[in-house]
């Protein structure tokens, strides 16, 4: 976190503490990582009766699970059903985008049958157009995957624009009602305790050093000694490092500014939000925002700060970026900010490989919330050789990323080099609409 004001979802959820247990010599499973992801399969895999033990460097939810914006939609693939297309062909190009639908449906299964307190709701997401173009391409986007997958949407005019958004950088948009938002440390709690219902064991504040085979068993390194497991599963995403070198050198991780304002009050936020939606927008540097679960404040997110930078510099570079949306919001309204990272895949794609014996389980590329639950029931399935154990992914490679060690540096020139693109497209339509 960046300061005593940091991440606005600690705000009277405390930290996940789990049951004191001393360790075993042995388990069925060791899960590393106490994320959504870890937490999820460490549940599915002790509900089936297998012994499970999760281990955390830090605290349940360290990391992205307690840090993102809490949005859930279908999650489709970047490339789109073109781009799709043109690789693996037709077919496959709809399984992959319809996993995305089916990821939104178990979750949506999920909370209801498993009674999930986590501020769940289905507010939709508008999506702003910066330009007709961009317009123009996200209908002809959607109404292929409508065709394709049964994609609902429907697209926003700028005669209706003002009932789905108070920001006037928009010519229009597409809005989704099937997407919505929830309280993310809310969620990873929810999910920890049910791990624990099931029979899991979860230790915090024990990293792992390294990970070998011995015969048909793993051996895993702690600072409590030697455990051994029949199966080992790495879901540490964009938190992994070189201690797991295996999932580390298949992402690339990319630091997020996250940050809310202070109280502004329902009537605000609804000025800003009219239906209380969860928004995004068009461009290669995006931001996102939604209201809070109670509508008294909005949040934003996206590469809209330095993140190693001092807390009063961010709020003065996330005005900054904000005000091309919101212009009247200042550095001081602001009050909490906070960062995380995502991981990105060579192939813009989630997956779930088996790697030298090894589950790897990740690679959402910024779409972590409903790919990790659903993503860990096939796993969980795979583990347990369990019918409806497939996805569209499961033939993919898991590609390493080239010159791995320097990849964060090139993401983050490609950032810049994507910003400035994008302020001279919007350059270029301020000039026409002078002329």
Not at 232 to 239: D, E, P, R
Not at 262 to 286: A, C, N, Y
Not at 350 to 364: A, F, K, M, T
Request: charged share 25%.
């Amino acid at each position: 976190m960046t300061d005593s004001t940091g991440n606005f979802w600690h705000r009277g959820v405390p930290d996940y503490v789990p049951a004191s247990k001393p360790l075993r010599d042995a388990y069925d499973a060791i899960v590393v990582g106490a994320g959504y992801t870890g937490l999820a399969v460490a549940a599915g895999l002790a509900r089936n009766g297998l012994s499970v033990l999760v281990l955390e460097e830090r605290t349940v939810g360290y990391g992205a699970s307690s840090r993102n914006g809490g949005m859930v939609g279908p999650s489709f693939h970047a490339l789109g059903m073109v781009g799709l297309t043109r690789i693996y062909g037709e077919d496959k190009a709809q399984r992959i985008m319809r996993a995305g639908i089916d990821a939104l449906d178990y979750c949506q299964d999920l909370f209801a049958r498993e009674e999930i307190a986590c501020d769940f709701a289905m507010t939709g997401r508008f999506r702003g157009a910066r330009s007709e173009a961009h317009l123009r391409s996200m209908s002809e986007e959607c109404e292929r995957l409508r065709a394709s997958v049964g994609l609902r949407y429907e697209v926003v005019g700028p005669a209706d624009l003002r009932s789905h958004s108070g920001s006037r950088a928009y010519v229009g948009g597409v809005l989704y009602p099937r997407d919505g938002g929830l309280h993310p440390k809310r969620l990873v709690n929810a999910l920890a305790a049910r791990a624990e219902a099931w029979g899991a064991q979860i230790r915090t504040g024990t990293p792992v050093g390294g990970i070998g085979r011995d015969g048909s068993c793993f051996r895993v390194a702690t600072p409590s000694g030697i455990l051994k497991a029949g199966t080992v599963v790495i879901a540490t995403n964009g938190y992994s490092d070189r201690r797991v070198s295996m999932m580390n050198d298949r992402v690339v991780p990319i630091p997020i500014t996250v940050c809310a304002t202070r109280p502004l009050g329902e009537d605000k936020v609804r000025e800003m939000s009219p239906r209380f939606h969860m928004h995004g927008e068009s461009g290669r540097i995006f931001i996102w925002s939604r209201p809070t679960p109670d509508h008294t404040r909005f949040l934003f997110g996206g590469r809209i700060s330095h993140v190693s930078a001092p807390a009063h510099v961010q709020r003065t570079q996330i005005a900054r970026a904000v005000g091309r949306l919101f212009p009247d919001l200042k550095p001081t309204d602001f009050e909490h900010v906070w960062s995380g990272k995502i991981a990105h895949t060579t192939d813009h794609a989630p997956h779930l490989q088996r790697v030298d014996g090894v589950w790897l389980i990740g690679g959402y590329c910024g779409s972590g919330v409903t790919r990790s639950l659903y993503f860990a029931d096939k796993l969980v399935r795979k583990i347990t050789h369990q019918p409806a154990s497939e996805t569209p992914f499961d033939d993919l490679e898991f590609p390493r990323v080239s010159f791995r060690p320097v990849a964060p540096f090139g993401a983050r020139m490609l950032t810049g080099y994507y910003a400035w693109l994008d302020r001279r497209e919007r350059k270029r339509q301020r000039d026409r609409g002078r002329t």
